[in-house]
């Protein structure tokens, strides 16, 4: 199956969690993924590279997901302030959505998770209206937000 993008970034300091984060992607038709272990990573491999598709967990040593979310749309290094952004996280309480959806997340996820939330998830977040300004959350434990 194929969800029409090719490149994906995955921000996520867990080997064995980016590695399943691989697998949904290669069988979505996602070909082209650059993995990164912290947000300052995946900022320097922002500027060489422009994802359709950003999966980034919130708790990371070095630069956590929301700062990072932050770069990603202030626009900042060249990155592209439209890229979608799927937040995974351990942290599920609502001002930690709260925190995500003011940085800029479209949709965050709360660990642990299986496989159909986290493809629901990035279908819902390459779906997500262009105003961004909605903010729900739906029974199959995935919280789709829009700042």
């Known amino acids: 199956m194929s969800i029409g993008i090719q490149k994906a970034l995955i ?3 867990n080997d064995c969690f980016r590695e399943l984060i691989k ?3 290669n069988s979505l038709g996602v070909t082209d993924i650059v993995e990164a272990a912290n947000g300052r990573k995946a900022i320097e ?3 060489t590279f422009n994802p359709d598709l950003v ?3 919130r708790t990371m040593v070095g630069m956590d997901g929301i700062e990072c979310t932050g770069h ?3 626009g900042a290094h060249g990155c592209n302030p439209a890229t979608p952004i799927v937040m995974v996280s351990g942290h ?3 001002d930690s959505i709260e ?10 996820l709360v660990k642990p998770i299986s496989l159909k939330p986290l493809y629901t998830g990035i279908l819902k977040a390459l779906d997500r209206p262009q105003d961004r300004s909605i ?3 739906a029974s199959s434990g995935v919280a789709s937000c829009y700042a």
């Open 135 to 137: 903010c729900g959350s």
């Open 23 to 25: 697998i949904v992607l």
């Open 11 to 13: 921000v996520e300091d």
């Open 99 to 108: 925190d995500a959806v003011e940085a800029g997340v479209d949709v965050y």
């Open 72 to 74: 990603i749309r202030s």
């Open 45 to 47: 491999a922002l500027k």
């Open 92 to 94: 599920g309480g609502e």
């Open 55 to 57: 999966i980034m967990d």
